[in-house]
């Protein structure tokens, strides 16, 4: 009983150390130029790395804390996209979405591209209360506009380039 017990702990033991160079390995493919990884946390979907940012932000925090990662505010581009996204922070985030230049005139952008998709929930936006400048996903996917001083969490979106958690 003894002897196998200590089988299987040796097995556990083998498998983290396992783990642990395959993570390093990927680190160093990621480093070296070969586009297929994303360095923990960040999850590839889609040829791209995104990463969950659960604190709580304004939008334009949100937006900054992305840049900070060398990344950009996520702005979903497809309902493939959105069904991967609030598995990753569910159930309100910010989007990459704002009528903050003109009112009514919502401008989503992906980095420096603007982007067409749209997924607005019935009734919205509805720029309540004439102050709803920032644009959200609520659970299910859909989007609304809220108050940009709000405070939720955000997905950023990043190349598969990334390494900034592979110093380790
Ligand atoms: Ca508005
Ligand atoms: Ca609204």
Not at 14 to 42: D, F, V, Y
Request: aromatic share 10%; hydrophobic share 35%; proline share 5%.
């Amino acid at each position: 009983m003894m002897v196998s017990k200590r089988f299987i702990f040796g097995l556990i033991i083998l498998h983290l150390m396992m783990g642990r160079t395959g993570g390093n390995e990927i680190c160093k493919a990621s480093g070296s130029g070969r586009r297929w990884a994303c360095p923990p946390p960040w999850i590839q979907w889609g040829g791209k790395c995104y990463r969950a940012v659960m604190e709580h932000l304004t939008w334009l925090q949100a937006k900054d804390e992305c840049i900070n990662f060398g990344s950009v505010l996520v702005v979903p581009q497809s309902q493939k996209e959105t069904d991967f996204l609030i598995r990753l922070v569910p159930p309100w985030f910010w989007i990459n979405c704002n009528d903050l230049e003109e009112e009514g005139t919502w401008k989503c952008w992906d980095g420096t591209d603007e982007v067409e998709f749209r997924n607005w929930a019935t009734g919205e936006p509805n720029d309540k209360r004439g102050t709803e400048d920032c644009a959200q996903v609520l659970s299910g996917g859909k989007w609304n506009d809220n108050l940009c001083d709000k405070q939720l969490p955000a997905i950023c979106k990043g190349e598969t380039s990334l390494r900034d958690s592979c110093a380790y």
